[in-house]
Structure formats: structure tokens, C-alpha cells
């Protein structure tokens, strides 16, 4: 659920790469991801924890001497889990230190750590100061996340050039999502290659264009030759989440077993929330 929700976004994902080191790993000795030794550690902090059966346990903020720094419900949401990670770096600032080579590389390149490091503001100015696509494609990146859409598409219509064009396209198709034009999105997303680094992403929202025009078998045949395809990442563990909740009767509320053969992935449970994406607009 982790790793198909809060820990697909790229703004989490981002900021645990700059000063988290996240693992996960099955409470359960017995189970498929079983680690004895992080287990120790857990209960030791978490005595509550020990049990065979015990409540769904909360992502954990920990130091490396085992102090619990922080927590957030399991079942969290991408907004929640952001917040959780930023109130720790706030109380906890030695853990929230640049490292040397953050300071020491090209603007662009301290742009995008400040970017991961959700300084949208500071990021957009350093970025805007290089002449340079990769730059005007990241400034187009951290106004979408704002919600500056025309300002955004300014910054995309400057790039020319084939070697950005996918990227160019997928970030036009994220404007459309969010404007909910599903029609032009699946039209900027449909000739993404199969070797392009973000073909993952631009497929799992290719089927999102497909389920928002209500043509689920569709969207459900995209996400399923994405998942059944591609190596796993985090678009393919979103991508199975909406493979499954798309297959559900409404309001059904999911079991989670860790067996569960109702994913595509096979060991992937959901329940707790719904996946956002398929709200319906």
C-alpha cells in the first residue's frame, strides 16, 4: 500500500532520497520480507508492536541509535506523509544538513535539491537563471505544482529540440490532467517509447485518460500490460493499485492479505483509501 501510495509521489520520493533512508520489511518474522534484526528495533521502541496480532503498524521516523523521531498513520495520504517527514526535519534539524555536493554543483543542479527539498520558490528562482530546456522543463515542473498552469506552458513552449520532446509532451499531458482534458492528455501520451525513462508514468496516466472518459476495460487492459510488463517501480505499484480498485464494486472495502492474488503484482494488499487519481472529475 506504502510503496503504490504515498511512496509513488514524486515530492516524497524526492525528499527520502535527500535525508531519509527508508526500508520496509515485515513485522513478522515469518514473513516474505522478514528482517529479525530492524524487528528488534522496532519493538524495542515500539513495545506495543510485540504481539502476533497487532494493529497495523505507522510508518516510523527513526534515528540510528532506534529513537522514534516520528510517526504517521499507516493508511496516510501522500499530503499527510509529506507533512510527517517535513515536522521531523523541523524538530530534528542535524538530520536536515546539506551535504557538500548539494552547494557544489551547477545551479541547475541545486535547483533540483531544492526542489526535492520542497523549496518550490528558491528552486523556481535558481532555475530560472539557467538558459537552458532541462532548466525551462523543471521551472514548467515546479509551476504545475503550484498550480500555474500558463505560466507553466510559457516555460514548455520555449523548449525545442527533439531530445525533450517526450518530456515536454508528458508535462503538457499533466497541465491536461489537472485541467481534466482527458482527450488531449491521451493524445500527448500515446507515442511516449517504451525506452524512455518516464514510459511508466506516462502509461499509468495514458490509463487514467482512458478511465476518466469512462472506458475502464480500456484503462484497466493499459494498466495491466504495464504492470505485467515493466520492471517494478512506482507507477507500476500505482498502476496495479487502480487495476485493482477499478475492478471492485463501489464501496467495496478490500481485506488486506499479504497473499492477495486480486493485484497483478501478487503480494500487494490495498484497503484504507481509495486510490485519488480515480475520483471521479
Given at each position: ?98 551535504s557538500p555536493s548539494e552547494s557544489e554543483g551547477t545551479p541547475l543542479q541545486r535547483a533540483l535539491v531544492l526542489a526535492g527539498l520542497q523549496q518550490f520558490d528558491d528552486a523556481l528562482a535558481l532555475a530560472t537563471t539557467v538558459d537552458e530546456p532541462a532548466a525551462r522543463l523543471l521551472c514548467a515542473r515546479l509551476l504545475r505544482k503550484q498550480g500555474k498552469a500558463a505560466a507553466a506552458r510559457e516555460h514548455l513552449d520555449k523548449i525545442t529540440g527533439a531530445e525533450l520532446v517526450h518530456d515536454v509532451a508528458i508535462e503538457r499531458s499533466l497541465l ?106
Amino acid at each position: 500500500m506504502l510503496r503504490a501510495g504515498p511512496f509513488s509521489d514524486e515530492d516524497v520520493q524526492a525528499l527520502a532520497k535527500l535525508r531519509f533512508v527508508p526500508f520496509y520489511f515485515d513485522l513478522s518474522n515469518a514473513g516474505a520480507a522478514a528482517d529479525k534484526d530492524a524487528r528488534a528495533v522496532v519493538v524495542k521502541a515500539r513495545k506495543n508492536l510485540r504481539g502476533m496480532a497487532v494493529d497495523t503498524p505507522p510508518i516510523l521516523f527513526m534515528s540510528a541509535e532506534g529513537e522514534v523521531l516520528g510517526d504517521v498513520a499507516n493508511y496516510a495520504d501522500t499530503k499527510a506523509v509529506l507533512a510527517a517527514m517535513q515536522k521531523v526535519l523541523q524538530q530534528h534539524p542535524q538530520y536536515d544538513q546539506p551535504s557538500p555536493s548539494e552547494s557544489e554543483g551547477t545551479p541547475l543542479q541545486r535547483a533540483l535539491v531544492l526542489a526535492g527539498l520542497q523549496q518550490f520558490d528558491d528552486a523556481l528562482a535558481l532555475a530560472t537563471t539557467v538558459d537552458e530546456p532541462a532548466a525551462r522543463l523543471l521551472c514548467a515542473r515546479l509551476l504545475r505544482k503550484q498550480g500555474k498552469a500558463a505560466a507553466a506552458r510559457e516555460h514548455l513552449d520555449k523548449i525545442t529540440g527533439a531530445e525533450l520532446v517526450h518530456d515536454v509532451a508528458i508535462e503538457r499531458s499533466l497541465l491536461a490532467w489537472h485541467a481534466g482534458e482527458f482527450a488531449a492528455m491521451a493524445d500527448l501520451l500515446r507515442d511516449v517509447p517504451s525506452e524512455h525513462a518516464r514510459y511508466s508514468e506516462a502509461r499509468y496516466h495514458f490509463g487514467l485518460s482512458w478511465f476518466h472518459r469512462d472506458d475502464t476495460e480500456q484503462a484497466r487492459a493499459v494498466w495491466k500490460e504495464l504492470v505485467t510488463g515493466r520492471p517494478q517501480d512506482r507507477w507500476v505499484y500505482r498502476a496495479d493499485w487502480a487495476f485493482v480498485e477499478s475492478g471492485s464494486k463501489p464501496g467495496n472495502v478490500r481485506t488486506f492479505r499479504s497473499t492477495d492474488k486480486a493485484g497483478l503484482l501478487g503480494r500487494i494488499g490495498y484497503m484504507g483509501r481509495n486510490n485519488p487519481d480515480l475520483k471521479r472529475r
